[in-house]
Nanobody
Framework: VQLQASGGGLVQAGGSLRLSCAAY????????MGWFRQAPGREREFVAG????????SYADSVKGRFTISRANAENTVYLQMNSLKPEDTAVYYC????????????????WGQGTQVTVSA
C-alpha cells in the first residue's frame, strides 16, 4: 500500500483544515487507517484512527471534539477534518495503514505515507 497525504498549510488559530490521504492498493477497505503527527523535538504521536469499514474511530485526548477522521472506501481515501486549531497542533502530519481491520492506537503500523506540514499561527 502506498499512501500520499495532502492538505496541510498555514492557518490561524481557531481555523480549520482538512487533510486527505490517498491510498494505492486493492484492499484498502480491509485496512485500519490512522493519522499521526510529529512536532519539532517531539516524538511522533497518534492522532486518530478508523477501522476498515469506518464503524470504529479513536482519538488522542488532545484532539477529541475538534478533529474528525473519516474514510471513503470507494475513493481509497481517508480524511482528517481539523477544527478549532491551536498553535500546539503545529506538526508534520502523517497517514498510516495497518493490515489489521482495527487498530485503536500505538505507533507500530505497517505502512506510512510522507508527511504534510500543518502550521497554526497564534
Amino acid at each position: 500500500v502506498q499512501l500520499q497525504a495532502s492538505g496541510g498549510g498555514l492557518v490561524q488559530a481557531g481555523g480549520s483544515l482538512r487533510l486527505s490521504c490517498a491510498a494505492y492498493g486493492r484492499t484498502f477497505r480491509r485496512y485500519a487507517m490512522g493519522w499521526f503527527r510529529q512536532a519539532p523535538g517531539r516524538e511522533r504521536e497518534f492522532v486518530a484512527g478508523i477501522s476498515g469499514g469506518g464503524g470504529k474511530t479513536s482519538y488522542a485526548d488532545s484532539v477529541k471534539g475538534r478533529f474528525t477522521i473519516s474514510r471513503a472506501n470507494a475513493e481509497n481515501t481517508v480524511y482528517l477534518q481539523m477544527n478549532s486549531l491551536k498553535p500546539e497542533d503545529t506538526a508534520v502530519y502523517y497517514c498510516a495503514a495497518d493490515r489489521d481491520y482495527w487498530v485503536p492506537g500505538g505507533n507500530n503500523w505497517d505502512y506510512w505515507g510522507q508527511g504534510t506540514q500543518v502550521t497554526v499561527s497564534a
